[in-house]
């Protein structure tokens, strides 16, 4: 879910795991709201030169303008 070149320890799905094993040591009733593991794609995103895309897309904080016109070295778009 999360590579990235020359990524770090917790890029990819060790990254993915580790949220969501922390996750499984709270208990239900220790919690006064429910919690939600959420994963996002292309969090720094070499490939299109954005960070964040998927949180950015979740908020509305996205200028789709921009994205359209965006190309990575091969010509494609982020759409």
Known sequence: LDTVPQGGAYDGALGVIAGFYALMQYKPQQLKRDLEL????AE?????????IGSKVLTGKIDRTRWEQNRDDEGNNFF
Do not use: A
């Open 44 to 52: 720094e995103s070499s490939r299109f030169g954005f960070s964040c």
């Open 38 to 41: 959420i994963v996002f794609r």
